[in-house]
């Protein structure tokens, strides 16, 4: 196969204008030959793009499953630390856990001792109250995420949820400002 001495790098309709013209303008067997080799250029671009792009269709499709599957499994873990945050309050309440700021010499169980941190507590109080103030606050953040093409992590979820959190607490305040 003959190849052109220089490859082109003009765009895909450039290049088939590119051997149109030649082939159209050609006089001798050398410049047909010319004007077949741009053709054979032009077709090999062609290919050449429509498997690239194939294979990004291919892993476009593959990523929004993996995201949907991520999605998934961060909104379980959401509602599992919802709940938890409901049991450890529970348990606060019966005197089963140490609450905060009370003597923990004189209750059974410290959260250190369940292993869990407080700071793991606290977050799962913040997605709690998100999903009081607004149902499937979590569940539509991680849709929110997903749709935008992005990965669904712990941290996207938390800044979207928050955020969500934090308009409630705006429009709230507004409305009490408004109707004092």
């Known amino acids: 196969m ?3 001495a220089v490859i082109p790098t003009e765009t895909l309709p450039a290049l088939i204008d590119k051997a149109t013209q030649a082939l159209d303008s050609a006089r001798t067997s ?11 250029t032009a077709y090999d671009a062609a290919k050449s793009a429509g498997r690239i792009a194939k294979a990004k269709q291919a892993h476009d499709s593959i990523i929004s499953e993996v995201h949907r599957a ?8 959401a509602r599992a630390e919802i709940r938890l945050a409901d049991e450890y309050d529970a348990a606060q309440e019966r ?3 140490a609450k ?5 010499h004189e209750v059974v169980v410290s959260a250190n001792d369940l292993g869990l ?3 793991e507590i606290h977050e799962a109080r913040k997605f709690r109250d998100a999903e009081k103030a607004s149902p499937n606050a979590v569940s539509s953040a991680i849709e929110n995420i997903i749709e935008r093409g992005e990965e669904p992590t712990r941290a996207a979820l938390r800044r979207s949820v928050l955020a969500a959190v934090d ?5 709230a305040e507004y409305r009490i400002g408004v109707q004092s």
């Open 2 to 4: 003959n190849a052109p």
């Open 30 to 40: 050398a410049e047909v030959l010319e004007a077949r080799d741009f053709a054979r």
């Open 70 to 77: 991520q999605g998934h499994a961060l909104s379980i873990r």
């Open 95 to 97: 005197g089963e856990v």
């Open 100 to 104: 905060a700021g009370a003597n923990q």
């Open 117 to 119: 941190r407080r700071d």
């Open 167 to 171: 308009d409630a607490k705006r429009v």
